[in-house]
């Protein structure tokens, strides 16, 4: 039988090499010309805990995680009962283990998955002491029908071509030879030629890439799971292209850097996740007030406080939205897709810059730590400005009331161009007072800005002319897309919106958008429903409007969405 995707998990506890097998499997599977994704599970210790590592492969790029594993090789038995939950077994899976690690567990045995005996550590030993991670990998291989040749041009990558690889080959080699008397796996369609130019990237390197096509020059922060190789991927890049990265010393250091940064005419950003984006909040209100463009990335994760660092969740949304003091109007913008985390962020540079205003990005785990062979895009033309006077005298004023409410930025140092920028409220030269005349038109002034801008269509993607419509934002729109092609099984069909620009609120907009819906589902992964009742609150959602909310850290499937229809259509 031939499949839309092949899912392949190998799990085991940290520091076995699980990632190594799924990123060498994916990048061997783009040589091969499949498309993939890879996406990563672990718990929250540093070495020694559980981890998994999935790779879906297609002839089509993948949006979403697959609803059943078809191939689970399983190093050890240590921690599975930790990835029940996520790994989806059934009557059509292949599980292959080692018998030395004990017996199956019983919540596999029951899952109707086909079991096979394979002596990992054994194999490991004969093939001249290679690591059993290796012996995997050639199994995984050889079932998923990658080359060996793949396979090894992906590993010299890998090691540099050094004694690693060379007994990680051989450990590849007994893996395809014990593999080859398995029955093969039900594969996808193989993949056509393609003249279009793919890429190996995750969400958070493509969110980093995006800033700097923004312009930015300046980075800091502070390592947070899942958000760390944002910044270690920009430590490396600014360089190159004449910026600057700090390592700062907390949360608190790193947005006040930036903000220092910015005042100083470089665009800048700082990536955290929801405990960092907690600590951050009273200086982005210092940024809303002086009118300072600054980026924050918040890669999300479970919570609340510490809660599970390793994996996704969307219950950022209310902090993000609502969490700074008084009125504070500022940015808040989601990418849809691990592409779409390059263009999304590029674009937040760039409304933050012409804004002059900050804008929270929120990616999560699920995009940011997910890696995809795909399609590159093309390079956006959007231009970063920031309105800077060519110069400046006696009158100028840095709050001044404009049309668009947007007033000049002096640069340090420019003749005649200080000014004073705080927290406190100010009247239009920028000193401080408490009149309220001046209040009022200051928080005008800052509301205005951001409420009569024309943000274009890149705010939100509308797929489908149904009647019921599907509203999510970020992780969640991939599973939707996947649904979407399956729309004929529903009455009037399907119509999918997938908002970018969460803040401030589109009403114009999503009214066409929502032009001939009869019923709304929207879907999230947050357990209060923050995403349906912030859309409540904003927008007129006459027709019947439900929501299908639920926490993570296991991702929603556009099989679950499916049912929520079915038995909406029932009820």
């Given at each position: 039988m031939i499949q839309e995707r092949l899912s392949i998990t190998v799990a085991g506890s940290g520091g076995a090499g699980v990632v190594t097998v799924g990123n060498i499997l994916l990048e061997a599977a783009g040589l091969t010309g499949w498309f993939a994704r890879l996406s990563r599970s672990s718990g929250p210790q540093i070495r020694g805990g559980e981890i998994a590592a999935t790779v879906c492969l297609s002839s089509r790029p993948i949006r979403s995680e697959a609803a059943h594993c078809d191939l689970l090789l399983a190093l050890d038995w240590k921690n599975i009962s930790r990835f029940a939950d996520e790994m989806v077994l059934n009557r059509h899976s292949m599980v292959i283990s080692d018998p030395a690690q004990g017996e199956v567990p019983e919540r596999i045995r029951d899952s109707g998955a086909h079991y096979l005996a394979m002596p990992f550590k054994e194999l490991a030993a004969q093939a001249g002491g290679t690591r059993t991670n290796m012996i995997a990998?050639?199994?995984?291989?050889?079932?998923?029908?990658?080359?060996?040749?793949?396979?090894?041009?992906?590993?010299?990558?890998?090691?540099?071509?050094?004694?690693?690889?060379?007994?990680?080959?051989?450990?590849?080699?007994?893996?395809?030879?014990?593999?080859?008397?398995?029955?093969?796996?039900?594969?996808?369609?193989?993949?056509?030629?393609?003249?279009?130019?793919?890429?190996?990237?995750?969400?958070?390197?493509?969110?980093?890439?995006?800033?700097?096509?923004?312009?930015?020059?300046?980075?800091?922060?502070?390592?947070?799971?899942?958000?760390?190789?944002?910044?270690?991927?920009?430590?490396?890049?600014?360089?190159?292209?004449?910026?600057?990265?700090?390592?700062?010393?907390?949360?608190?250091?790193?947005?006040?850097?930036?903000?220092?940064?910015?005042?100083?005419?470089?665009?800048?950003?700082?990536?955290?996740?929801?405990?960092?984006?907690?600590?951050?909040?009273?200086?982005?209100?210092?940024?809303?007030?002086?009118?300072?463009?600054?980026?924050?990335?918040?890669?999300?994760?479970?919570?609340?406080?510490?809660?599970?660092?390793?994996?996704?969740?969307?219950?950022?949304?209310?902090?993000?939205?609502?969490?700074?003091?008084?009125?504070?109007?500022?940015?808040?913008?989601?990418?849809?897709?691990?592409?779409?985390?390059?263009?999304?962020?590029?674009?937040?540079?760039?409304?933050?810059?012409?804004?002059?205003?900050?804008?929270?990005?929120?990616?999560?785990?699920?995009?940011?730590?997910?890696?995809v062979i795909d399609s590159k895009p093309a390079p956006r033309e959007w231009a970063t400005e920031r309105k800077i006077p060519d110069q400046a005298d006696d009158t100028y004023q840095r709050y001044q009331l404009t049309a668009d409410s947007v007033s000049p930025m002096t640069l340090p140092g420019m003749p005649g161009g200080q000014y004073t920028a705080e927290g406190l409220e100010h009247d239009e030269s920028g000193i401080p007072s408490v009149a309220a005349g001046n209040h009022l038109h200051q928080l005008d002034k800052r509301c205005n800005k951001l409420a009569d801008f024309d943000y274009g269509d890149y705010w939100a993607d509308v797929e489908g002319a149904g009647s019921t419509a599907i509203i999510t934002w970020g992780a969640t729109?991939?599973?939707?897309?996947?649904?979407?092609?399956?729309?004929?099984?529903?009455?009037?069909?399907?119509?999918?919106?997938?908002?970018?620009?969460?803040?401030?609120?589109?009403?114009?907009?999503?009214?066409?958008?929502?032009?001939?819906?009869?019923?709304?589902?929207?879907?999230?992964?947050?357990?209060?429903?923050?995403?349906?009742?912030?859309?409540?609150?904003?927008?007129?959602?006459?027709?019947?409007?439900?929501?299908?909310?639920?926490?993570?850290p296991v991702p929603i499937l556009a099989v679950e969405i499916a049912t929520w229809l079915q038995q909406w259509d029932s009820s």
């Open positions: 990998l050639g199994v995984a291989a050889q079932l998923a029908g990658l080359s060996r040749e793949s396979v090894e041009r992906t590993l010299e990558k890998t090691f540099h071509g050094d004694r690693r690889f060379v007994t990680g080959m051989a450990g590849v080699d007994a893996g395809i030879a014990a593999a080859l008397p398995v029955p093969s796996l039900d594969l996808p369609s193989a993949p056509t030629p393609s003249q279009a130019e793919r890429w190996s990237i995750t969400g958070n390197q493509a969110a980093a890439l995006g800033a700097l096509r923004g312009g930015v020059r300046f980075a800091a922060g502070y390592p947070i799971t899942p958000a760390t190789e944002v910044l270690e991927w920009l430590a490396l890049a600014l360089p190159k292209l004449g910026g600057v990265f700090m390592q700062a010393e907390d949360e608190l250091a790193a947005v006040n850097q930036i903000i220092g940064a910015s005042f100083g005419g470089v665009p800048a950003i700082t990536a955290t996740s929801g405990p960092g984006l907690a600590l951050m909040m009273e200086s982005i209100g210092l940024a809303v007030a002086a009118e300072v463009p600054i980026v924050v990335i918040d890669v999300m994760r479970g919570g609340p406080a510490t809660g599970i660092p390793t994996k996704s969740e969307q219950s950022d949304l209310n902090i993000a939205l609502h969490g700074l003091p008084g009125d504070a109007p500022h940015l808040v913008i989601a990418p849809t897709s691990v592409n779409d985390c390059l263009d999304t962020t590029h674009w937040a540079v760039t409304l933050s810059e012409w804004l002059q205003a900050p804008a929270i990005v929120l990616s999560n785990q699920a995009l940011g730590q997910t890696r729109v991939g599973a939707a897309r996947d649904l979407l092609a399956r729309s004929p099984e529903f009455d009037g069909g399907l119509r999918l919106i997938a908002l970018r620009l969460l803040a401030p609120e589109q009403p114009g907009p999503m009214a066409k958008m929502l032009h001939g819906v009869k019923r709304i589902l929207i879907v999230e992964q947050s357990h209060g429903g923050q995403f349906y009742r912030y859309l409540k609150s904003c927008y007129d959602l006459s027709v019947p409007t439900r929501s299908f909310c639920r926490p993570g």
